[in-house]
């Protein structure tokens, strides 16, 4: 992982990667908890574009950590 590349910054990446991809996975599961106990339709539908957006998100963290 970043053979030609000596810096800091770069250092920090994968750790980003696997916080954020962690993070995201945290968010989907109280997002989910929200889907079955959740009255209020807001937050019903806050929890479903959650649960849409933080699963992309962790797709294209996995694939940058592949590329990279």
């Known amino acids: 992982l970043y053979?030609?590349?000596?810096?800091a910054a770069t250092a920090s990446e994968p750790m980003f990667l696997e916080s954020m991809t962690k993070h995201h996975q945290d968010g989907i599961e109280m997002?989910?908890?929200?889907?079955?106990?959740?009255q209020n339709k807001e937050v019903k539908?806050?929890?479903?574009?959650?649960?849409?957006?933080?699963?992309?998100?962790?797709?294209?963290?996995q694939a940058w950590k592949k590329q990279w």
């Open 3 to 7: 053979a030609n590349e000596n810096s």
């Open 31 to 38: 997002a989910k908890m929200a889907q079955q106990k959740a």
């Open 45 to 61: 539908e806050m929890s479903r574009k959650i649960i849409q957006d933080q699963t992309k998100d962790i797709a294209k963290l």
